[in-house]
């Protein structure tokens, strides 16, 4: 039986379903991954910095629905969030009126805010999707754009403009170094094979060359994503039952040396990249 021709109300209600499930997915995902794993790397920055959180601002590139600063305000810090699609307004309604929550509809590659603003940066997942052009139809397809190192490089310069002398960006996203892409899949559930030469995926090597092309005396260092996934969605698929757990105790064990020497290469399948501003940048 067809269910998009034939049943169009069994199809809307399979998509709403979906839809909502996905809303949902989101929601427990950057709830957990700020708790977990974020939260926790701001409140050693502020004691490293002799700071509470509460002086300190933090910026989400590519906020979505601004759960991640609802939960980071609930921590005391000034939060800020910026993301450029329009439709996420509609899910900033309510905590917009939160106090020290600020979001902003924009792009995050010409950013409406001034020089120094903020004391840490972040952005996760959305590097990758910089610079290219994909879909869903309903087989997975990118391709990149005309431009897309000086897009990347554009992202990382303003990042760098409104971060404060001292402070840190981090960017996480899939390792396009690492074969196998188990984060965009398609409507099918189909992981990607991907070649390693399609453009999509950002290397270790891209984002440092990118980010020492902005700051030459900037760090720029790998880190563990261990703590940061749910891993909710994956493990409704196959793919997910048979890796995730294995994937969880593989991303523990690259906190610890030697293995934490592995979180910048090709066997790690994503990457947390964590770059350090000096006090005095050529930025």
């Known amino acids: 039986m067809s269910v998009g021709k034939d049943n169009p109300e069994q199809s809307q209600a399979a998509f709403q379903a979906w839809h909502e499930q996905t809303l949902n997915d989101e929601e427990i995902g950057v709830r957990h991954r700020i708790h977990n794993y974020y939260l926790p790397l701001f409140l050693e920055y502020a004691r490293a910095k002799g700071r509470n959180a509460g002086s300190l601002r933090v910026l989400d590139c590519g906020c979505g629905n601004g759960t991640s600063l609802e939960v ?35 792009d995050a590659t010409a950013m409406p805010f001034a020089d120094g603003s903020f004391d840490i940066i972040f952005s996760c997942g959305m590097l990758e999707h910089i610079g290219v052009r994909e879909g869903c139809t309903p087989e997975y397809f990118v391709e990149p754009v005309e431009g897309q190192a000086m897009l990347r490089e554009a992202f990382l310069r303003e990042s760098m403009r409104v971060l404060r002398p001292g402070g840190v960006i981090f960017v996480d996203h899939p390792n396009g170094d690492f074969p196998i892409d188990f984060w965009h899949v398609d409507l099918r559930h189909v ?79 994503y990457l947390v990249i964590r770059i350090s501003r000096q006090r005095k940048s050529n930025a």
């Open 72 to 106: 980071l305000s609930a921590a005391g810090f000034d939060a800020y969030g910026i993301d450029v699609g329009g439709f996420r307004q509609e899910h900033w309604s309510e905590r917009s009126k939160m106090p020290k929550v600020h979001l902003f509809a924009g």
């Open 191 to 269: 992981v990607r094979l991907r070649r390693l030469s399609e453009g999509f995926l950002p290397t270790m090597r891209e984002v440092t060359s990118l980010a020492k092309r902005v700051a030459p005396d900037c760090t720029v260092e790998a880190i563990s994503p261990a703590g940061r996934f749910t891993f909710r969605r994956s493990r409704r698929h196959w793919f997910g039952k048979m890796f995730a757990g294995t994937l969880e105790g593989y991303f523990e064990l690259l906190r610890y040396p030697p293995f934490s020497l592995l979180a910048g290469t090709a066997l790690n399948p």
